[in-house]
């Protein structure tokens, strides 16, 4: 169960007292968030435990207080806490009452409990609740894989109905009912035909919802072909919990599987191995490797480099333009008996090969080929890039897949840029980042910055381009930056001062430094 009010009551190390709103302290608390804002509506979302010391409020305006407590509650807050000792030495009286009257729950925050130690209890409990809702889904999902493997569909619908406390249903391709568990559900599960072929008549995946007088029914196809080789109908008395959609998706995975046979078992592959990619992005790689099991082998126990690929704008229309890296990278690895994942990710590609293994080699021949292709064909000038971008990332392992991907995605940005076929990463952090300034962008950014001081220049009325790079390059030491240019140093500070009014920017900011030393280098004029 996800926080409420009530259980951080009951928190030991909070000490909160409850001044208004007893009836409603079971609201579950979806965030705890702190504003003095006289109006902080605009930035509640709903659900939320509001946390104030009154800084900017007359707490003791009763009409004042009505209007506050009205927006809050019109607005989802579940809560107010008020620290007290810190503006107020306890709560006044005009916002007890104006709570009280709402319904608002309100409590009293003592000086010693700091609105973080609020904001962490709140975060550990929903993070709390988050893992025993996954743990749930993984227990869910081996005895589903359990059952399926013993008893068949039967047997996975069996679990599944205990799972989510309700019933289930699968039905063939013509939508006739195959089977149900219980079994008292087959007569409600055969009233579904004629939405079942609806459903059968959308591309797959689809899904449905069907709200009887009863129980609420999902409707979900099964299969990964045009058209959907089965469906499975799941009712229960209510929407489902995180931990029972868990258990629904593993069930829509089994069926798949035993539903499509050859087929199915490269498309439920896919699946997985696109599972196991996003778990790996948001940096669990032990569920990562707890849904992959031993389908991929030591690849996610040794360095493997990530490959991102796509297909430039330029490129003409081809209906699986990925074929021939995938090919040729599955056949490499194959040959030499490594593991291999090759996940769709949106319009890009994705993949995990081994580091210095032969599937990472056959994608440099493969980017290769292309740029060969395309320099050969004389209908093709230099500006219409490669047929396919690919983007290499360094050596990782499993807990740095994101910052893989990060990289990976970087290298594809020069690719695309360059018209090259690939680019990898490591290239680009043995080589300098001023090339990289020749970017029509960064050229801009950098006329736009240095335009006013060049604008004075021309005017003749002094030097300040020349000064402020003389004073850059010499780290601010404003004796050795003035000796460079002849000038006395006070002639120095005055010119530096003149370049922060003309551009309204500091020099003492490290970051404006910085923009300015990158923008001269940028700039023709300011390249020595």
Same mark, same amino acid.
């Given at each position: 169960?996800?926080?409420?009010?009530?259980?951080?009551?009951?928190?030991?190390?909070?000490?909160?007292?409850?001044?208004?709103?007893?009836?409603?302290?079971?609201?579950?608390?979806?965030?705890?968030?702190?504003?003095?804002?006289?109006?902080?509506?605009?930035?509640?979302?709903?659900?939320?435990?509001?946390?104030?010391?009154?800084?900017?409020?007359?707490?003791?305006?009763?009409?004042?207080?009505?209007?506050?407590?009205?927006?809050?509650?019109?607005?989802?807050? =579940?809560?107010?806490?008020?620290?007290?000792?810190?503006?107020?030495?306890?709560?006044? &009286?005009?916002?007890?009452?104006?709570?009280?009257?709402?319904?608002?729950?309100?409590?009293? =925050?003592?000086?010693?409990?700091?609105?973080?130690?609020?904001?962490?209890?709140?975060?550990?409990?929903?993070?709390?609740?988050?893992?025993?809702?996954?743990?749930?889904?993984?227990?869910?999902?081996?005895?589903?894989?359990?059952?399926?493997?013993?008893?068949?569909? &039967?047997?996975?619908?069996?679990?599944?109905?205990?799972?989510?406390?309700?019933?289930?249903?699968?039905?063939?391709?013509?939508?006739?009912?195959?089977?149900?568990?219980?079994?008292?559900?087959?007569?409600?599960?055969?009233?579904?035909?004629?939405?079942?072929?609806?459903?059968?008549?959308?591309?797959?995946?689809?899904?449905?919802? =069907?709200?009887?007088?009863?129980?609420?029914?999902?409707?979900?196809?099964?299969?990964?072909?045009?058209?959907?080789?089965?469906?499975?109908?799941?009712?229960?008395?209510?929407?489902?919990?995180? +931990?029972?959609?868990?258990?629904?998706?593993?069930?829509?995975?089994?069926?798949?599987?035993?539903?499509?046979?050859?087929?199915?078992?490269?498309?439920?592959?896919?699946?997985?191995?696109?599972?196991?990619?996003?778990?790996?992005?948001?940096?669990?790689?032990?569920?990562?490797?707890?849904?992959?099991?031993?389908?991929?082998?030591?690849?996610?126990?040794?360095?493997?480099?990530?490959?991102?690929?796509?297909?430039?704008?330029? +490129?003409?229309?081809?209906?699986?333009?990925?074929?021939?890296?995938?090919?040729?990278?599955?056949?490499?690895?194959?040959?030499?008996?490594?593991?291999?994942?090759?996940?769709?990710?949106?319009?890009?590609?994705?993949?995990? =090969?081994?580091?210095?293994?032969?599937?990472?080699?056959?994608?440099?021949?493969?980017?290769?080929?292309?740029?060969?292709?395309?320099?050969?064909?004389?209908?093709?000038?230099?500006?219409?890039?490669?047929?396919?971008?690919?983007?290499?990332?360094?050596? +990782?392992?499993?807990?740095?897949?994101?910052?893989?991907?990060?990289?990976?995605?970087?290298?594809?940005?020069?690719?695309?840029?360059?018209?090259?076929?690939?680019? &990898?990463?490591?290239?680009?952090?043995?080589?300098?980042?001023?090339?990289?300034?020749?970017?029509?962008?960064?050229?801009?950014?950098?006329?736009?910055?240095?335009?006013?001081?060049?604008?004075?220049?021309?005017?003749?009325?002094?030097?300040?381009?020349?000064?402020?790079?003389?004073?850059?390059?010499?780290?601010?030491?404003?004796?050795?930056?003035?000796?460079?240019?002849?000038?006395?140093?006070?002639?120095?500070?005055?010119?530096?001062?003149?370049?922060?009014?003309?551009?309204?920017?500091?020099?003492?900011?490290?970051?404006?430094?910085?923009?300015?030393?990158?923008?001269?280098?940028?700039?023709?004029?300011?390249? &020595?």
């Amino acid at each position: 169960m996800p926080p409420t009010l009530a259980s951080l009551v009951h928190h030991s190390a909070l000490k909160l007292t409850v001044r208004a709103g007893e009836e409603h302290l079971d609201a579950p608390v979806r965030w705890a968030h702190a504003s003095e804002l006289t109006d902080p509506v605009p930035y509640m979302e709903g659900g939320e435990l509001l946390m104030i010391t009154a800084l900017k409020l007359d707490a003791e305006d009763p009409e004042a207080m009505r209007r506050y407590v009205k927006r809050l509650a019109a607005a989802g807050v =579940v809560g107010l806490g008020f620290a007290v000792g810190v503006h107020y030495k306890d709560i006044p &009286e005009a916002l007890v009452e104006a709570a009280a009257d709402e319904g608002l729950p309100l409590l009293e =925050v003592p000086r010693r409990t700091p609105f973080l130690a609020i904001s962490k209890a709140v975060s550990a409990a929903i993070a709390a609740d988050q893992y025993r809702a996954v743990t749930a889904g993984f227990a869910a999902q081996r005895e589903l894989t359990k059952q399926a493997l013993s008893d068949g569909p &039967e047997g996975l619908l069996g679990a599944l109905a205990g799972q989510v406390d309700g019933w289930a249903a699968l039905y063939d391709a013509s939508g006739a009912v195959v089977a149900t568990a219980p079994e008292w559900a087959s007569r409600r599960a055969a009233r579904l035909t004629s939405d079942v072929e609806r459903l059968r008549d959308r591309a797959a995946p689809a899904s449905a919802v =069907v709200a009887g007088a009863e129980d609420r029914v999902e409707l979900h196809s099964i299969g990964t072909g045009r058209r959907p080789r089965a469906a499975l109908a799941v009712g229960t008395a209510s929407t489902l919990g995180t +931990a029972e959609r868990y258990a629904l998706h593993s069930a829509i995975a089994l069926l798949t599987l035993t539903t499509e046979r050859n087929r199915s078992l490269q498309a439920a592959e896919a699946r997985v191995g696109s599972a196991v990619l996003r778990m790996l992005l948001a940096g669990e790689p032990d569920h990562a490797r707890t849904v992959a099991g031993e389908l991929y082998g030591s690849l996610l126990d040794a360095p493997f480099r990530l490959v991102v690929a796509e297909v430039p704008a330029s +490129a003409p229309e081809d209906a699986d333009p990925f074929a021939g890296l995938t090919d040729a990278v599955e056949s490499a690895a194959a040959r030499a008996g490594e593991a291999l994942l090759v996940v769709p990710y949106g319009e890009r590609l994705v993949l995990l =090969v081994v580091d210095g293994g032969a599937g990472a080699a056959a994608c440099v021949a493969y980017a290769q080929t292309l740029e060969a292709g395309r320099s050969d064909a004389p209908e093709k000038g230099a500006g219409d890039g490669a047929a396919l971008l690919l983007g290499l990332s360094a050596p +990782a392992g499993p807990i740095a897949a994101a910052t893989a991907y990060k990289q990976a995605d970087q290298a594809l940005s020069i690719a695309r840029r360059r018209g090259r076929a690939l680019v &990898e990463h490591e290239d680009l952090a043995a080589g300098s980042v001023l090339p990289l300034l020749a970017d029509d962008a960064v050229r801009a950014f950098a006329d736009g910055l240095l335009r006013a001081l060049f604008e004075h220049d021309a005017t003749g009325r002094g030097d300040l381009i020349a000064s402020l790079r003389a004073w850059l390059s010499r780290h601010g030491q404003w004796d050795a930056a003035a000796a460079d240019l002849g000038v006395h140093r006070h002639t120095l500070r005055y010119r530096m001062r003149r370049v922060e009014e003309i551009l309204g920017r500091s020099l003492d900011d490290p970051d404006v430094r910085m923009e300015l030393w990158l923008s001269l280098k940028a700039t023709s004029s300011g390249t &020595e």
